[in-house]
């Protein structure tokens, strides 16, 4: 059984975010992610973010011929109608997600994060009731993994919330596919 403070599924831009914020805190953080690394961050290409934002929340900075797809300033956005446009002044960034992701990966692995990839959720495990760490999937090997916390950062699907039992105080439903855009 290996032991961890904290075991993040999911290693994209929020368990990333999440694993860099812990790991230069001092914890022990193991990221998983059932993608391999060639494809994490890959679900599609460009996405954007407010210039600003990358200062706000201490994010590193896309590199032109790496990550950067494009940088604008001003816009302007219409209704279903086109009666109300709506002018944006401030600097947008545009990224490719996937060497995006792998930066992010970078950035939480050099402040101490450990990133396991090919590696599945599977679920929770417990004691009296209270979770002590997940079992997870690596290379077709079953594993438990002890942690202190274990954070859902797996996206829509949720993996981590919809496997908590009904009573446990927290809302489990799954997410269908008429809620999701
Ligand atoms: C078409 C579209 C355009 C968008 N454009 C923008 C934009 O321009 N700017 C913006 O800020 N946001 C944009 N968004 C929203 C943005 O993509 C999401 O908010 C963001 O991707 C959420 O990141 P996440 O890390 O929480 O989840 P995800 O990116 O979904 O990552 C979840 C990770 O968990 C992993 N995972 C899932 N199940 C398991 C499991 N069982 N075991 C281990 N790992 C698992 C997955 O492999 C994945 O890597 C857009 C969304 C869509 C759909």
Redesign the pocket.
């Known amino acids: 059984m290996e032991n961890y403070d904290v075991l993040i ?7 990333s975010y999440l694993a860099q914020g812990l790991a230069s805190r001092g914890h022990k953080v193991l990221v ?4 391999p690394q060639n494809k ?2 890959s ?2 290409d ?4 407010a210039k600003p934002e990358f200062a706000r929340f201490r994010l590193p900075m896309p590199i032109q011929g790496e990550d950067l797809a494009f940088e604008f300033t001003g816009s302007e956005a219409y209704s279903a109608f086109g009666h109300y446009p709506k002018a944006g002044n401030g600097t947008v960034i545009g990224m490719h ?1 996937h060497a995006y992701t792998l930066r992010l990966n970078r950035w939480a692995i050099s402040a101490g994060a450990e990133y396991r990839y090919e ?3 599977i679920d929770l495990t417990y004691k009296a009731g209270r979770i002590t760490g997940a079992k997870i999937s690596q290379n077709g090997e079953e594993k438990i993994i002890k942690a202190q916390l274990v954070a859902d ?5 949720s ?1 981590v919330r919809t496997k908590l039992p009904d009573g446990y105080g927290v809302e489990n439903f799954v997410i269908g596919p008429k809620d999701m ?1």
């Open positions: 599924v999911g290693g994209s831009t929020t368990g998983i992610d059932k993608n994490i961050g679900k599609y460009i996405f954007h973010i997600m590696t599945r959720f950062c797996s996206g829509i699907p993996v855009f």
